[in-house]
């Protein structure tokens, strides 16, 4: 989890929005739920965009919660696209 003055620093600061991206992506990789590997995660100012896609709803609402368990003082957008051939399409990509 960020800490408040973490956070604060983060959103003036690009690069430090490309280290809480990679947070964020690794916490998605070691979810336990391997679609969340493919999840892109991109990180503006105060704000995290989540985009992708995933085979459930579930997945969509776990990779939501596992961002703001990391980033809780951003603002999260969620664009994760659900699609029951989600899954069979990201494991395809090299």
Do not use: W
């Not at 959103?11 to 999840?39: F, K, N, P």
């Not at 503006?44 to 368990?69: I, N, W």
């Amino acid at each position: 989890m960020l800490k408040e003055s973490e956070s604060k620093r983060a959103g003036t600061d690009s690069s430090c929005g490309s280290q809480i991206a990679e947070v964020v992506r690794q916490h998605l990789a070691s979810s336990g739920h391997c679609a969340l590997r493919y999840i892109e995660v991109q990180v503006d100012q105060r704000r995290v965009l989540l985009s992708g896609q995933v085979s459930s709803y579930f997945l969509k609402q776990t990779a939501q919660e596992v961002a703001r368990a990391v980033c809780p003082d951003y603002q999260l957008k969620n664009l994760i696209v659900v699609g029951e051939h989600a899954l069979r399409a990201s494991l395809e990509t090299p």
